[in-house]
C-alpha cells in the first residue's frame, strides 16, 4: 500500500467487511470459510427467523470461532416494516424507534448473548439512541450503537445522531426512495 499510496498504512483497517448471516451461511463450516475469507461482522437479521433460530446461528459462530482461532464481533439488526417491504412515508408516519420485538430481542436474547453491537435502523433523530441507551440499562456503556440513516428526517438531525452514535451507517438503497440518489453521495 505504502508503494501505491505513497503512505504508510496506519494500523487496522477502520472499514468492516459484514455478512448477513442466514439459511446457507449459517453452518458452522460456512461460517469457518467466511471468517477465513475476511468477515469481521456477523449481522444476525431479526426481521427473520426466531430467538431459537439466532441462537443455533451463534453457537455455530462460536464454534466456527474457536476452530479458526479468528474472532470477531456479532451485529444486531432492528426494524420491522410491513410484510417485508419497503414502505416510505417521508413526514407522514412518525414509527417508535423500538418495535416490542425489537425489546424482547435485545432484551432476551441480546443482552444474555452479550452482544457487541447493535445496528439500529431509520434513526431519526438523537433522541432515538438516548432511548435504546436506557433500555440497556447497566450494558448501555458496553454494547455498541450503529446508527442506519434511512430517511430524511435522519439527514437532517445527522449531528445529533452522530454525537450520540458509536457508529455510523447510510443505507442507499432506503434513503434512496425517499431523496434522489445523486443527493445521497
Given at each position: ?39 469481521n461482522?456477523?449481522?444476525?437479521n ?7 433460530y ?36 417521508p ?89 434522489p ?5
Amino acid at each position: 500500500m505504502e508503494k501505491l499510496l505513497g503512505v504508510a498504512a496506519q494500523g487496522r483497517p477502520k472499514t468492516k467487511i459484514v455478512c448477513t448471516l442466514g439459511p446457507s451461511s449459517r453452518s458452522v463450516d460456512m461460517l469457518e470459510r467466511l471468517l477465513r475469507a475476511g468477515m469481521n461482522v456477523a449481522r444476525f437479521n431479526f426481521s427473520h427467523g426466531t430467538h431459537a433460530y439466532h441462537q443455533h446461528t451463534l453457537d455455530n459462530l462460536r464454534t466456527a470461532m474457536r476452530n479458526t482461532g479468528i474472532l470477531r464481533c456479532r451485529c444486531e439488526n432492528y426494524a420491522v416494516l410491513g410484510e417485508k417491504k419497503n414502505v416510505n412515508l417521508p413526514g407522514v408516519v412518525d414509527l417508535p424507534t423500538l418495535t416490542d420485538k425489537d425489546v424482547d430481542d435485545i432484551l432476551n436474547w441480546g443482552i444474555p448473548n452479550e452482544i457487541d453491537v447493535i445496528a439500529l435502523s431509520f434513526v431519526q433523530k438523537g433522541s432515538d439512541l438516548v432511548e435504546v441507551r436506557k433500555l440497556l440499562g447497566k450494558h448501555a456503556n458496553i454494547i455498541l450503537l450503529i446508527s442506519k440513516v434511512e430517511n430524511q428526517e435522519g439527514i437532517d438531525n445527522f449531528d445529533e445522531i452522530l454525537a450520540n452514535s458509536n457508529g455510523f451507517m447510510v443505507a442507499r438503497g432506503d434513503l434512496g426512495m425517499e431523496i434522489p440518489i445523486e443527493k445521497i453521495f
